[in-house]
């Protein structure tokens, strides 16, 4: 049996991973963790007795193996460092962390003889869009990111598009796009800029999670889009995802290295 604590439970995320977590027959629910839970109760949320509610991050104290993070970029950080250091090991969907936290992040998980992951997407269109999208790249070193999502995410542009960037700039190099002496008459219009790519972010109601990838070169273009239309398309990877973190020895970023 796995022993699950749940941070950001009554997030739409959270929520999502409760539900799998609860109907998975070797994982146990132990806690959940959420600022706007302090002084609730399991009752409340029509959980199990047996599953401690937090609603501060100190008061945290229950014997767990797995830490699952789908709170906010301002505070994944000093959630999964503790979480680290109460034992457990954690699986990081929330984004925002920057490799210096990352690093950070593993010399405590080694310091604890751990594993962890950290996945900026549990949505295998996703994973798939960034592995072609690299494969794409070593042809068409000219492209652009359009991330589309809904109009509550907190950050831009996403996470899955930084690692979408990264991962192409394993192939291309680093050149400006566009013209030259390019002006931009309304600030922003050419969106953020990684390597000389730019990135667009677009936040609509309606939208869940999406994220294409256009490439030009003369004559042709070639554009790779992947849909997230439910939250459920994320579960299935957190599933797998908490079952191999158990097999881990470092901090692992990416859910294609345990596929
Ligand atoms: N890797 C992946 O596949 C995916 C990653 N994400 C990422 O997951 C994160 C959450 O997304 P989403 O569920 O839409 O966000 P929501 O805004 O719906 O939920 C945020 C959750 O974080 C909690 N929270 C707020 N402050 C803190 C804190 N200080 N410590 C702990 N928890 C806190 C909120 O609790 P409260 O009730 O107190 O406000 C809430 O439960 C984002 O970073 C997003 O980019 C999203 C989808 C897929
Ligand atoms: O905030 C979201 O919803 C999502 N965030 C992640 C990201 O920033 O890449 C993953 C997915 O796109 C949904």
Known sequence: MIKVVVAGFTGEMGQNTVKM???TSDFELVGVFAPSAKGKSAADYDLPETTSVYGELQAIDCE????????LPDFVYQNVAYAIEQGMR???GTTG???EQITKLNELIQTNGLG???APNFGM??????KFAREAAAYFPDAEIIEMHHPNKKDAPSGTAIKTAEMISQVRQPHTQGAEQEKETLPGSRGGDYEGM???SVRLPGYVAHEQVLFGA???ALTIRQDSFDRQSFMTGVRLAVKEVMNLTELTVGLENIL
């Open 116 to 118: 962890g992951l950290i």
């Open 198 to 200: 730019k990135i667009h």
């Open 97 to 99: 962390l920057t490799a």
């Open 64 to 71: 767990a193996d797995v830490w699952i993070d789908f709170t």
């Open 125 to 130: 269109s996703a994973v798939l869009l960034m």
């Open 90 to 92: 954690p699986v990081v």
């Open 21 to 23: 977590v609860q109907n």
């Open 218 to 220: 003369p004559g042709e």
